[in-house]
């Protein structure tokens, strides 16, 4: 059983920046592949980026290609989603979630793919 946490969302001016963190419970998160989802008022929950259990391995929704950077440091059991140039329609709760096996760039977005899951963190654009 591994438990995430998301913290760091907030409110940020368009154009502004924000880091996520998600915290994993586990020390067997380093095995998981981590993948950030975002759901928008009104709007079905999406695939925004996965980054592989080692690390070496990052993949983006093209729209957050070049300004969402995902990391992480399996010794401290995180997590970093750094999202730069944001817009109002980045507004959304953002879930990090984990995943075993392998995972292709098509099965990576389905989300019954994915294990665990966070809480979620608020993120608001205003423009």
């Known amino acids: 059983q591994v438990q995430l946490v998301e913290s760091g969302g907030g409110l940020v001016q368009a154009g502004g920046s924000l880091r996520l963190s998600c915290t994993a419970s586990e020390r067997?998160?380093?095995g998981y592949g981590i993948g950030?989802?975002?759901?928008a008022p009104g709007k079905?929950?999406?695939?925004?980026t996965r980054i592989s259990p080692n690390g070496a391995s990052t993949y983006y929704e093209d729209s957050v290609k070049g300004r969402f950077t995902i990391s992480r440091d399996n010794a401290k059991k995180?997590?970093?989603l750094e999202m730069n140039s944001l817009k109002p329609e980045d507004t959304a709760v953002y879930y990090c979630a984990a995943h075993g096996g392998v995972v292709t760039p098509q099965s990576m977005r389905r989300q019954s793919v994915y294990t665990y899951w966070g809480?979620?963190?608020q993120v608001t654009v205003s423009s």
């Not at 079905?44 to 925004?48: A, C, G, I, M, P």
């Open 78 to 80: 995180m997590v970093y």
């Open 119 to 121: 809480q979620g963190t």
């Open 36 to 39: 950030w989802f975002r759901q």
């Open 44 to 48: 079905e929950r999406e695939f925004v």
């Open 28 to 30: 067997s998160f380093t």
